[in-house]
């Protein structure tokens, strides 16, 4: 099995809905992140958690909201989804040494 | 703003080449740096990190860093067909261990 999950990985939804995206991780990592990634934009930190009671904004929070409910869960939430926010979305996993991310498969997001 | 910057490509090789990709980073505090590749579709997996000035080798890829000129690059030798890709190049920052920044990627062409 994969040890960093996302679900789902195809979504087409219509602007003004809401949409959770979840992550789930087997590595026992406790730093958790959020990115997106567009055509020639490379991969933009959304959000990130370094531990259960720790949530942060990265460059591109507006629009989104996170929830940490446990170590292993992390799930991304557009509470109005957006035409733009249409992109591919990676939830990525560390260790506390920071040394390696680990990337899960990636969503792939189309809001009409 | 803190800034990596990498030609987008594509950059194209005959197989047996040395393909050299290269990355510019604009924060001098950046202390780590890391190089994925993404094949399309797929999610972004580490295949170098270098931490000091100079030469790391591993296999066919060797990465090089220079902090002086905030310049770093990767050569992969004796190119395959199957290393064509897009090339990420990531950095963090001192502080902010554990805050990546990507690069836009450059895409690799490895023609038989």
């Known amino acids: 099995d994969a040890d960093v999950t996302q679900t789902p990985r195809n979504r087409i939804t219509k602007t003004g809905k809401r949409i959770m995206l979840e992550c789930s991780q087997t590595k026992g990592h406790d730093r958790m992140y959020w990115y997106r990634q567009d055509p020639g934009l490379g991969l933009r930190l959304i959000y990130y958690?370094?531990?259960?009671?720790?949530?942060n904004k990265g460059e591109i929070s507006d629009g989104y909201s996170v929830s940490r409910q446990a170590q292993a869960k992390f799930s991304l939430s557009l509470e109005s989804a957006i035409p733009n926010q249409t992109a591919l979305y990676f939830c990525?996993?560390?260790?506390?040494?920071?040394?390696?991310?680990?990337f899960g498969p990636g969503t792939r997001l189309t809001v009409l | 703003q803190k800034e990596v910057e990498q030609n987008s490509g594509p950059l194209s090789v005959p197989e047996g080449a040395i393909a050299s990709l290269n990355c510019t980073y604009s924060?001098?505090?950046?202390?780590?740096f890391f190089w994925y590749r993404q094949y399309s579709g797929k999610s972004p997996e580490l295949i170098m990190s270098?931490?000091?000035?100079g030469d790391k080798e591993d296999g066919r890829f060797t990465a090089q860093l220079n902090k002086a000129s905030q310049y770093v690059s990767l050569l992969i030798r004796d190119s395959q067909p199957s290393d064509s890709a897009t090339y990420l190049c990531a950095v963090n920052q001192e502080d902010n261990f554990n805050k990546f920044y990507f690069g836009s990627g450059t895409k690799l062409n490895v023609k038989p």
């Open positions: 990525a996993t560390s260790d506390f040494s920071g040394d390696t991310q680990y």
């Open positions: 270098i931490y000091s000035n």
């Open positions: 924060d001098r505090v950046s202390q780590s």
């Open positions: 958690s370094f531990d259960v009671k720790d949530i």
